[in-house]
Every structure is written in C-alpha cells, then in structure tokens.
C-alpha cells in the first residue's frame, strides 16, 4: 500500500511537474517579451507608408482642403501625404482617415501604455510652435479620443520645413475616459482647424514609453471642527478705516465700523479665506456645524456668506438677526449661524468651500470676535437655545 | 560735392537705414508710477491704452482715435503688422488653454507641452515693434477648479521676464474676486498688469480691485454693454438685449465714469469688440454688423476715444416695441398673427432705411465668448403699417423667435435692436 503511495506520488510529481514545465513555456513569450517586442509583434503597425499601399478616405478634391502625394522627398515608400487646407463657414469638418490594415478591428489595448502613433511631418513652408491639427483614434461604435502633437515629443522640439519624428503616446488619448473601444478600433483620423499646409509620411504604430506625471490635487480636507478663522487666515476688505483688527497682536478682533453714508460706505463688505484660498473639503461635517461669533459694542443686522470654489450655488447666505445671537451681558452678543439654516445649504458645493464673507448693511460700530465654524448640536432654526446651552 | 555734403548724404542715409531696421528691434515698453499713479511709457512717452479688440476696419479704429489692438493669441499674427502701419500698439495673447476645454493642469506632459510651444512664440515675436504687453491666457480662470493653472501663467510670466524685459506681462480674468487676485499675487509675482474681462461688474470694478488687494496697474481688457449670460430672460429663457442705442450710451458712460476715470490705476481698455460675433445674438456685442457696416457703438467711441461727436454720426434706436409693448416686456403672440414693430429713433440727418430680419432663437449652451454657429434667417414678409411702422406675421409654427431691425444712415452707419418672442397656440 505504501509503495502504491509512493508510486503514486512519483507518478503525480511526474505529471505535476511536467504539466509546470510546459505551461512555464507557454507563457514564456508574453512574461518574458520586453515592451519593445510587444509592440514590434503588434500585426497591424503600420498606419500610412505610401498612398499605393495604405487605406485612406478624405483624400478627394475639395474647396476647402487639397490632398497629393508627392514622390519626392517622402520618408517611406513612394509618396506621401501633402495636405493643403483653409477653414471657412462653408467646411467646418476638414479631415483625412486611415482605417488601416484594410478596416480590421485593431485592438490596441495591450500597447495602450507602451505604443504610440509616429510619423514623420515637415511643414511646407516656415516654421511653427503649433499645428491646427487633431488625432482622432475611432472605434467600431463611432466613438473617438482626441489627441494632438506635443512639441515634447518632436524631433529637435520644434515643427519647420524639414521632415521631423513625431511621436503621440497612445496612453495621451485617454481612451477609457471617451468611452472608445481599443480593443476595436476602425481608424486614424486626422482633423484640420484653421489653415495649414504640411507634409506627413511614414505613419506607424511604434514601442514608445510615455512617462505619466500627475500633480497631485490642491485644498484639503477639513477633518475636526472648530476653525478659527483669525488673523492667521488670508482675509480681504480690511484696509479700510470700515474694518480693522483691533489689535494686530491679537488678531482676534475686528473692529466693525461702518456708516452708510459715510465715505467708506462702499467698503462694506470684508471676506477670510477658510484653506488660503484653496478649497477646504467640509462635506463630512458641514451638517452639523455653525459659524459662531461674539459682538461687543453695538448689534446690528449684516449677512454672512459661504462661497466655495466652483459649483452652483457659488454662494449661499444667511441675514443675522436677534435670532441667531444671545446678549450676555450690557453689550456682549453671542451669535451662531447654524449652516442648516442657510438657504439653499444642499445644493452647495460642500467639497470646495473657499471663504466666509461678511456683509455690513446698517451703520454699526461694534467688535467682532471669537470667529469660528464649530461643532453646532441645535436645532437649526433655533441657535438661541443651543447658546443658552453653552453659556450654561 | 564739399566733403561735408557727401558726410550729410552718408549721415542721412545711416538714419534711414536706422529708421528702416529700428522696428526689426522691437520697442521699450515700461511701467511707471509716480504721485498720480501707474502709468505705461512706449519707447518713452505715455501710452494710455484706448484699446479694442479688433482683427479688421482699422481705418475707422484709427479715425475714432484708437492707439492699440487686442489679440487674444499669436494664430493671426499678421495683424501686428497691420496694427504696427498704423502706428497701433497691440497687447499680444499668449493662448494659455482653459481648464474648461479639456485642458489637465495636473498633466505636466500637457503642461510643459503647452508652455513649450507658447515659450517659442514669445521669441517668435518679442522684438515686433507694435508689441506693447503680453497677455498669458484669457479667462483661464472661468468655471476653473485647478488653481496650479497659475503656476503655467507665472512660468510663463517670468520666462518673459528672462528673454525680453521690454515688455510688461499681464494675465487677463473673467471678472475679478479676492480668490482670483490673490492667486495672481502670490503665485504670479512676474504678473506686472492685470487685465480683467468685465461686462455688467465693470461697475464696481475700481472698488473692487482695491477692496481685493490689487496694487498693481491694471486694464480692462474687455468691457462694453453687460453679457448676455448676465441679461435679464423671458420666462421662456431668451436673454433681452438692449437697443442699440441703450448700448451706445451705457458704452460712453462706462468709459468716460469708470474706465477713464479710474487714471491712478487703470492704463486704459480694451473695448469689445471692434468687429462682429455670434454670443446669443448677432448683435450683441459687435461695434460692427455683419456685413462690416459701423453702429452707434462705434461713434460712442470715437466720443469716448477723441471727446467728439464723429461728423456723420449713425442714428440710434432707443427703445423697439412688438404690439407697443417694449423690449423689457415678455412677448408671446399667436402663430400667424399679425405683430406691428416700431422704434423710437434718434437720428442726425441722412437718408435712413429700414431693415428687417427674423431668425430662431439661438440655444448654444457656450460660454465665455467660445465660438457660436450663426444662425439661418427665416424669409419673413414685412410690410410697412404706418408712418413709423412695420408688420409681419408670426410664423406659423411654435417656438422661439427673434425680430431684428436695422436703421442705417446713407447705407453706412447703423443702429440695431431686436426682440425675442415666442409663438404659443
């Protein structure tokens, strides 16, 4: 019985490690290929070479674009491409197309990051920084990504009336995020804007590797309440005699003093950034939070904004009233602006919240004080009680 | 021929080669700032910006009493030479592409691409003698999200600095908030002039640069009558333009109160647009019709520009009525009803002729002044209903219209207005 066992296990090691060797064989080609040959084993590469031996539309005689091949000074094959074009009202599409290998699904997915589409172009006369020209890759839906020539990536970084290399990434059509198929796509397409005459040859698929750096994003997360928004915050409309930190040691207090006729009567309004004026995510505690302050002096109505960066609405506001603040003693306001309170709170761009802006709308002379966005747990429409509750 | 003879001919042909190859040079352009303010010197004299933002009629610019072009990039750089026959300066754009049209300003391939290619127009273009500043991007900032944008502007900006200190940077706006100039302050110290895009917020705008903390000189690099994305609507959403007369008058107004009178600070203006353009009408914000003939907005200009009335002033439509209702109200009529338009006009002479022209509401969706398709006018039977009037019939299908009247002067000079409607059964 243990010799059966032992056979048996030779056997199956036998057969295991056969298995093992043929498979490791079979996968040896696509585990071990550099980039290079993959892209080199690619069957469909070559996009354009000669007029003769390509498949091409958008070459016929028209009023607004002239197509030729001329035989002389061509890169590769017999001819190339000589396209002329002006844009007007009458032609806006202005384009050539290369559905290439004779309208095969070509499936460029696996060289996404490690192709790119070069060609040779040559300007027919002078020079340029730019060309009025877009690449299209089309997929069998009819869906395209767009991609054009980066001066990064041409011979001798610049564009003239000698042939040049160009090179455009396949990764730089951002295919996926157009919805295209590279797994299937039908054709190269080339769109012409304004007006232009160039020469291009010798259109191919070739290995190429593109370095992707991305910046990271700017603004921040705001991750505990309170904010205090003092004199250490970038703050705007305080270089008036309207408002002025009390003490610029302090940087605590501003001194609101406003007269609506008065001279100043158009500095009214004064704004602190809440991320130097970047955008400060408050989407996870917005919900339940309050700008709070302190008036010393005089109370007056004046209405208190929250901007973000972008989205609609870019402001929402609030009016103070007696409501929103708690006399504590002869003079002294304790004031709470609760954010469920402010119109139109759900829509705002919670994300990107940028500033807190104060708008005087009556005379007023007073101190502003202990400006915070805090932790608020009230009843929105009633501050008043949660004040009390704090003074407690 | 005395010694000294020949020495003068040799001397005089020095200096006409001299004057021929000076242009090939370039000019001096600099910011100075003294007790009454911030003021741009060109090749030593003062040059306050009577601006426009023109590609054509720059015979008329140049009568009307304007010093300086705007382009807004280098695609149509023969208009430098254009300007520079003219004696015309012009603040050059350098297209910075707006995050709105794609662009990824955390792509630094994109980024270093784009600048490449910008970097190598300045060169192309620094020594052109009508160069007066550099404009890096325009209206970069509208509907943004990314503010690493003006880390492209400022490297851009001090790249300029680098190669050609004859000319001042600007960087131009979409309106101006405090976020906005405190990027351009902190992230753009090689920013010398901002130039700010202001319609209906041109009002404020000298306040506001300074409540925002601007202490730099700065131009309007666009201004005229409000935007038609800040005009008041219909309850079906057509945006209501005012005559053209209405416009004329704001046009001269603003000037003169704000632009004109803001000296310490502002080096001057770009009005827009010395030209035509689809933005929701054909009319809106062109000095020009499309068939190249001036408006009252032009003589308001030349008002604004020289301080006097051109000679042959065009005539101006200050109010148009549909059914004797005006252009603020709503109007939505019958289809195949009969609707009277009349206008009151001011006019100063002349042989005047009517014209008028119906068209589909226009439903581009575009902003920031990004190009818009023309629309196709609808053949409309007008008839004359009275001495000062004219009918039609609605059209007899459903939807959204626009009545447009032309009144020109001697062919030439010409007022415009419209009314949107809608055909309701």
């Given at each position: 019985?243990?010799?059966?066992?032992?056979?048996?296990?030779?056997?199956?090691?036998?057969?295991?490690?056969?298995?093992?060797?043929?498979?490791?064989?079979?996968?040896?080609?696509?585990?071990?290929?550099?980039?290079?040959?993959?892209?080199?084993?690619?069957?469909?590469?070559?996009?354009?070479?000669?007029?003769?031996?390509?498949?091409?539309?958008?070459?016929?005689?028209?009023?607004?674009?002239?197509?030729?091949?001329?035989?002389?000074?061509?890169?590769?094959?017999?001819?190339?491409?000589?396209?002329?074009?002006?844009?007007?009202?009458?032609?806006?599409?202005?384009?050539?197309?290369?559905?290439?290998?004779?309208?095969?699904?070509?499936?460029?997915?696996?060289?996404?990051?490690?192709?790119?589409?070069?060609?040779?172009?040559?300007?027919?006369?002078?020079?340029?920084?730019?060309?009025?020209?877009?690449?299209?890759?089309?997929?069998?839906?009819?869906?395209?990504?767009?991609?054009?020539?980066?001066?990064?990536?041409?011979?001798?970084?610049?564009?003239?009336?000698?042939?040049?290399?160009?090179?455009?990434?396949?990764?730089?059509?951002?295919?996926?995020?157009?919805?295209?198929?590279?797994?299937?796509?039908?054709?190269?397409?080339?769109?012409?804007?304004?007006?232009?005459?160039?020469?291009?040859?010798?259109?191919?698929?070739?290995?190429?590797?593109?370095?992707?750096?991305?910046?990271s994003p700017r603004g921040s997360v705001c991750q505990d309440l309170p904010v205090q928004l003092d004199s250490n915050k970038l703050w705007w409309g305080l270089e008036s005699n309207t408002v002025q930190w009390m003490q610029p040691s302090d940087g605590t207090s501003l001194a609101l003093n406003y007269n609506r006729n008065g001279i100043d009567k158009a500095w009214n309004a004064f704004g602190v950034a809440l991320n130097d004026w970047e955008t400060l995510d408050m989407s996870g505690l917005y919900s339940s939070s309050a700008l709070t302050f302190e008036l010393q002096g005089q109370w007056a109505p004046m209405t208190v904004a929250i901007w973000s960066a972008y989205g609609a609405p870019r402001r929402i506001q609030q009016q103070l009233t007696e409501d929103h603040c708690l006399q504590t003693s002869e003079g002294v306001w304790r004031c709470a602006l609760p954010i469920k309170g402010f119109e139109q709170f759900e829509l705002f761009k919670w994300k990107a919240a940028r500033e807190v802006r104060v708008t005087l709308t009556d005379d007023i002379q007073t101190q502003l004080s202990k400006f915070e966005w805090k932790e608020y747990r009230g009843h929105p429409g009633k501050p008043m009680r949660w004040l009390e509750r704090q003074m407690r | 021929?005395?010694?000294?003879?020949?020495?003068?001919?040799?001397?005089?042909?020095?200096?006409?080669?001299?004057?021929?190859?000076?242009?090939?040079?370039?000019?001096?352009?600099?910011?100075?700032?003294?007790?009454?303010?911030?003021?741009?010197?060109?090749?030593?004299?003062?040059?306050?910006?009577?601006?426009?933002?023109?590609?054509?009629?720059?015979?008329?610019?140049?009568?009307?009493?304007?010093?300086?072009?705007?382009?807004?990039?280098?695609?149509?750089?023969?208009?430098?030479?254009?300007?520079?026959?003219?004696?015309?300066?012009?603040?050059?754009?350098?297209?910075?592409?707006?995050e709105r049209?794609?662009?990824?300003?955390?792509?630094?391939?994109?980024?270093?691409?784009?600048?490449?290619?910008?970097?190598?127009?300045?060169?192309?273009?620094?020594?052109?003698?009508?160069?007066?500043?550099?404009?890096?991007?325009?209206?970069?900032d509208l509907q943004y999200t990314n503010t690493?944008?003006?880390?492209?502007?400022?490297?851009?900006?001090?790249?300029?600095?680098?190669?050609?200190?004859?000319?001042?940077?600007?960087?131009?706006l979409a309106g101006i908030d405090p976020a906005k100039i405190h990027m351009?302050r902190t992230?753009?110290?090689?920013?010398?002039?901002?130039?700010?895009?202001a319609y209906g917020s041109?009002e404020r705008l000298?306040l506001n640069i300074r409540r925002f903390g601007w202490?730099?000189?700065?131009?309007?690099?666009?201004?005229?009558?409000n935007g038609?994305f800040e005009a008041p609507r219909t309850t079906w959403g057509?945006k209501k333009?005012?005559?053209?007369?209405?416009?004329?008058?704001?046009?001269?107004?603003?000037?003169?109160?704000?632009?004109?009178?803001?000296?310490?600070?502002?080096?001057?203006?770009?009005?827009?647009?010395?030209?035509?353009?689809?933005?929701?009408?054909?009319?809106?914000?062109?000095?020009?019709?499309?068939?190249?003939?001036?408006?009252?907005?032009?003589?308001?200009?030349?008002?604004?520009?020289?301080?006097?009335?051109?000679?042959?002033?065009?005539?101006?439509?200050?109010?148009?009525?549909?059914?004797?209702?005006?252009?603020?109200?709503d109007?939505?009529?019958?289809?195949?009803?009969?609707?009277?338009?009349?206008?009151?006009?001011?006019?100063?002479?002349?042989?005047?002729?009517?014209?008028?022209?119906?068209?589909?509401?226009?439903?581009?969706k575009?902003t920031?002044?990004?190009?818009?398709?023309?629309?196709?006018?609808?053949?409309?039977?007008?008839?004359?209903?009275?001495?000062?009037?004219?009918?039609?019939?609605?059209?007899?299908?459903?939807?959204?219209?626009?009545?447009?009247?032309?009144?020109?002067?001697?062919?030439?000079?010409?007022?415009?207005?419209?009314?949107?409607?809608?055909?309701?059964?």
């Amino acid at each position: 019985m243990r010799l059966l066992g032992a056979i048996g296990c030779v056997a199956l090691w036998l057969v295991c490690g056969s298995m093992h060797h043929v498979s490791c064989q079979m996968y040896d080609v696509d585990l071990t290929s550099t980039p290079e040959e993959r892209v080199l084993s690619f069957p469909h590469r070559q996009i354009f070479m000669d007029f003769e031996n390509s498949t091409m539309f958008g070459f016929k005689a028209h009023p607004c674009k002239r197509v030729e091949f001329p035989k002389e000074n061509s890169i590769e094959g017999d001819n190339h491409v000589a396209i002329e074009w002006l844009q007007t009202d009458d032609c806006r599409y202005l384009g050539i197309g290369f559905p290439w290998a004779q309208y095969v699904g070509k499936n460029l997915k696996g060289i996404e990051n490690i192709a790119a589409i070069q060609f040779h172009i040559r300007l027919e006369t002078g020079s340029a920084s730019k060309l009025p020209m877009f690449f299209a890759l089309v997929d069998y839906a009819g869906k395209q990504a767009n991609s054009k020539i980066n001066l990064l990536n041409v011979e001798g970084q610049r564009l003239d009336d000698t042939w040049r290399k160009v090179v455009i990434p396949l990764s730089t059509f951002k295919a996926a995020s157009k919805g295209v198929n590279l797994a299937n796509i039908k054709e190269l397409r080339i769109e012409f804007q304004r007006e232009g005459f160039v020469h291009l040859d010798a259109i191919q698929i070739v290995p190429f590797q593109h370095e992707v750096k991305r910046l990271s994003p700017r603004g921040s997360v705001c991750q505990d309440l309170p904010v205090q928004l003092d004199s250490n915050k970038l703050w705007w409309g305080l270089e008036s005699n309207t408002v002025q930190w009390m003490q610029p040691s302090d940087g605590t207090s501003l001194a609101l003093n406003y007269n609506r006729n008065g001279i100043d009567k158009a500095w009214n309004a004064f704004g602190v950034a809440l991320n130097d004026w970047e955008t400060l995510d408050m989407s996870g505690l917005y919900s339940s939070s309050a700008l709070t302050f302190e008036l010393q002096g005089q109370w007056a109505p004046m209405t208190v904004a929250i901007w973000s960066a972008y989205g609609a609405p870019r402001r929402i506001q609030q009016q103070l009233t007696e409501d929103h603040c708690l006399q504590t003693s002869e003079g002294v306001w304790r004031c709470a602006l609760p954010i469920k309170g402010f119109e139109q709170f759900e829509l705002f761009k919670w994300k990107a919240a940028r500033e807190v802006r104060v708008t005087l709308t009556d005379d007023i002379q007073t101190q502003l004080s202990k400006f915070e966005w805090k932790e608020y747990r009230g009843h929105p429409g009633k501050p008043m009680r949660w004040l009390e509750r704090q003074m407690r | 021929m005395s010694k000294f003879a020949t020495q003068r001919i040799w001397l005089s042909a020095m200096f006409f080669v001299a004057y021929l190859t000076c242009p090939a040079q370039g000019t001096s352009v600099v910011l100075n700032s003294d007790s009454s303010g911030w003021h741009l010197m060109r090749n030593g004299a003062k040059h306050d910006v009577h601006g426009a933002g023109a590609k054509s009629h720059f015979d008329i610019l140049e009568n009307a009493g304007a010093n300086s072009i705007r382009l807004w990039s280098t695609n149509k750089s023969a208009l430098l030479d254009s300007a520079h026959k003219r004696g015309m300066s012009v603040m050059l754009g350098l297209y910075l592409r707006p995050e709105r049209t794609g662009m990824d300003y955390n792509d630094e391939y994109a980024i270093q691409g784009q600048l490449l290619e910008l970097k190598q127009e300045v060169l192309k273009y620094k020594d052109h003698p009508a160069l007066l500043l550099w404009g890096i991007g325009n209206e970069v900032d509208l509907q943004y999200t990314n503010t690493r944008v003006w880390d492209a502007v400022e490297e851009l900006a001090a790249f300029i600095h680098e190669v050609d200190p004859h000319h001042p940077t600007s960087t131009v706006l979409a309106g101006i908030d405090p976020a906005k100039i405190h990027m351009v302050r902190t992230h753009c110290p090689s920013i010398d002039v901002l130039g700010v895009n202001a319609y209906g917020s041109i009002e404020r705008l000298p306040l506001n640069i300074r409540r925002f903390g601007w202490e730099k000189p700065y131009l309007v690099t666009e201004w005229g009558v409000n935007g038609p994305f800040e005009a008041p609507r219909t309850t079906w959403g057509a945006k209501k333009e005012p005559p053209g007369g209405v416009k004329a008058s704001t046009r001269l107004r603003r000037y003169q109160e704000i632009i004109a009178a803001d000296s310490s600070m502002c080096l001057g203006s770009y009005c827009f647009l010395w030209g035509q353009k689809q933005e929701s009408t054909a009319t809106w914000h062109g000095l020009f019709l499309s068939d190249g003939r001036a408006t009252d907005g032009v003589d308001a200009m030349h008002k604004a520009w020289r301080g006097d009335w051109p000679d042959r002033r065009a005539p101006s439509i200050q109010n148009i009525r549909l059914n004797s209702l005006g252009w603020r109200k709503d109007h939505v009529l019958l289809p195949h009803s009969e609707v009277a338009i009349d206008i009151d006009l001011e006019d100063w002479g002349g042989e005047l002729r009517w014209q008028c022209a119906l068209f589909p509401e226009s439903t581009s969706k575009k902003t920031g002044g990004d190009r818009q398709q023309s629309l196709q006018e609808i053949p409309t039977t007008f008839s004359q209903s009275d001495e000062d009037g004219i009918s039609f019939l609605a059209p007899e299908d459903p939807g959204a219209y626009r009545i447009f009247v032309t009144v020109c002067r001697d062919e030439r000079a010409c007022s415009t207005a419209n009314i949107p409607f809608l055909v309701k059964r």
